[in-house]
Every structure is written in C-alpha cells, then in structure tokens.
C-alpha cells in the first residue's frame, strides 16, 4: 500500500507540475505581448546600433509583434508569421516558420526584449558566437 500511495502521490505531483509550467508559460508570453522595434543586431562579428538599422529602411520593416502565440515580422509591408513558443523556468525561446525553427533564450529587462538565438543549437549564454546571433527589441508605446 504505502508504494502505490507514494507512486500516485508522484504521479499527482508531476501532473501539477506539468499544469504549473504551462500556465508559467502562458503568463511569461502574456508579459511579451506587444510590438516592437528591432534596435540592435549582433552577428557574425558585427553589431549594428539602432543607427545603423535606420540606415537600411524604414522602421515598419524592423518592427515586429507578438500577439497570442504568433511572432509576425514585416518587410515591405508584407506580414510574416511565426509561431513562439516559451519556456519560462529556462527563459527558452523558440520560433517556428514555415520553414525552419530557431532556438534561443530571451530576457525581458524593462520595455527591451533581448533574444539571442541560433537555427541548430540552443545559446546557452547571451553571445554572438559561431551561428547564433542577438536580437534587441524596443517594446513601443
């Protein structure tokens, strides 16, 4: 009796668990409903300031969204949707196209996302080492 009891005593705490972290999830990707404007990118041994990016056109096509689970991205007045996905005890992020998923971690500091992501192998730390690149959204009022 007593390892049954233990057994449905785990199972029944896993369950919670499990609850808990997708409603930790759904109130971290609440927090980054928004849109904002792409600030800062550094890649491949570059970093471009927010001066830099105005140079490349105009600020709708550095805007982007996060609105329920879709990130959407626009160019050229075109909209392109991605689904995002969080896990919010890890600050994991990914975001799914049509065509590729990128995996990264983010940190949401005021009204300014940072997100530094790579296409194969999660970032454990926020560098712009080897594929993965960083990403700095202003959150706009």
């Known amino acids: 009796m007593t390892r049954l009891a233990l057994a449905a005593g785990l199972f029944a705490l896993a369950l919670t668990a499990r609850t808990s972290t997708a409603q930790d999830d759904k109130a971290e990707l609440t927090k ?7 600030t800062g990118i550094e890649a491949m041994g570059l970093k471009l300031t927010e001066d830099d990016l105005k140079k490349f056109g ?23 949707t991605a689904k995002i996905e969080l896990n919010a005890a890890n600050k994991e992020i990914s975001i799914t196209s049509k065509t590729e998923t990128i ?3 983010y940190k949401l500091e005021g009204d300014t996302l940072t997100i530094c992501a790579g296409k194969k192998d ?18 706009q009022k």
């Open 32 to 38: 980054l409903q928004g849109t904002y404007l792409l």
């Open 58 to 80: 105009k600020d709708e096509d550095r805007t982007l969204t996060i609105k329920d689970d879709q990130f959407i991205s626009k160019k050229g007045g075109k909209e392109d």
């Open 103 to 105: 995996k990264g971690i």
């Open 122 to 139: 999660r970032p454990t730390e926020f560098k712009a080492a080897g594929e993965a690149m960083i990403l700095v959204l202003k959150k």
